[in-house]
């Protein structure tokens, strides 16, 4: 266990700016992040897009925890923040209580390769001060030349072999998704078995990703029962006759994986970053209406049932079947705002 002043010494080594357009590789790198100051590591998220932008962030930046407690001060979408709240940053993040790690997430579009920073950030302090610590970490999210990397890590961490045609089967059919990508390799690693072995084949089971005819049935899954019954009764048939199937799982992971891509439009849609979607223009107007009437609470819900659903059958504490009737009676339930467990987000 590490010493009691471990956390401090950590926490006390500045600050870090965290360059990613995709949510989960950030999630993946707070982690780490958290690791690095020991047990029992607190973490707080604040937004740079929120208007107003919340005072609270100022007092958990420079008071000292009572019980020492690290923390990991996130700051997500920091690049929204305008110059004079960058301003005051750079005066109070020489003030940060020496428990608080403050993390700062640009997670703007890159173009032509280049990260998303403000261009007047560099002549901050704080900016200066990263660049010279090699506080910054940057990555371009899951591309044709950072998926190779990524499907390699995963491989190795699993203990997983994987022959050349096999990695170039699932490079193809790998979303570009860091949360979607690791549901699909979630489902890859059940398939592998005690044999630890993938093979080219099991890049068939890796759900379809961008325009589906899955979007019709989350249409169906929203219907109102009294309105348009046809549209609901079809997606329950849909799923008694997957029972019917030998390998009757292929489905729920195929749902479950562009349900996560989809909850991920729906989030960029909510918050105003249309131009970040990339689906049939056709359907867009559709889902941005059930994005404004989920809101985040709603979105949010929807990814912690399809996480719940994913690791209930990975784990093997639930049966395929069983959870994707479960899975789709709640996600009827919400999308038809019959849901009682919407928490906000």
Request: charged content about 25%; glycine content about 6%; some cysteine.
């Given at each position: ?166 990695r170039q089967a699932l ?10 990508a690791g549901l699909e ?161």
């Amino acid at each position: 266990m590490a010493s009691p002043s471990a956390p401090l010494i950590s926490a006390r080594r500045g600050h870090r700016f965290l360059i990613c357009p995709d949510a989960e590789l950030l999630r993946r790198q707070v982690s780490k992040l958290a690791l690095g100051l020991g047990e029992n590591v607190a973490r707080k998220v604040f937004w740079g897009d929120d208007e107003p932008f919340s005072q609270s962030y100022w007092g958990e930046l420079t008071t000292q925890n009572l019980f020492s407690t690290p923390t990991v001060l996130v700051l997500r979408r920091a690049e929204a923040l305008k110059a004079e709240v960058w301003d005051r940053l750079d005066e109070a993040v020489r003030l940060t209580a020496s428990t608080v790690l403050p993390v700062f997430c640009l997670e703007g579009r890159w173009k032509d390769g280049k990260q998303p920073v403000p261009v007047f950030l560099p002549k901050r302090k704080l900016w200066q001060a990263a660049e010279a610590n090699a506080w910054i970490w940057q990555s371009a999210g899951l591309t044709e030349s950072t998926l190779p990397k990524f499907l390699d890590l995963w491989a190795r961490d699993k203990g997983l072999e994987m022959d050349d045609p096999a990695r170039q089967a699932l490079l193809c059919a790998l979303p570009h998704d860091a949360l979607a990508a690791g549901l699909e390799l979630d489902k890859l690693e059940l398939a592998a078995g005690d044999g630890k072995r993938v093979t080219a084949q099991m890049a068939e089971l890796i759900a379809p990703h961008g325009d589906m005819d899955f979007f019709d049935f989350m249409k169906g899954l929203a219907a109102s029962p009294a309105k348009d019954p046809e549209a609901l009764r079809a997606v329950w048939a849909r799923v008694l006759d997957d029972h019917l199937r030998p390998g009757g799982d292929k489905i729920l992971f195929q749902l479950l994986g562009y349900v996560a891509w989809q909850a991920r439009q729906m989030w960029m849609l909510c918050e105003g970053e249309e131009h970040k979607v990339r689906m049939n223009p056709r359907d867009k107007p559709a889902l941005s209406q059930m994005a404004r009437r989920l809101g985040r609470a709603g979105i949010a819900r929807i990814i912690e049932l399809t996480l719940d659903a994913n690791l209930g059958v990975i784990s093997g504490a639930r049966r395929p079947d069983d959870t994707l009737e479960s899975y789709v009676a709640q996600l009827s339930a919400l999308l038809q705002g019959r849901d009682q467990d919407r928490r906000p987000a």
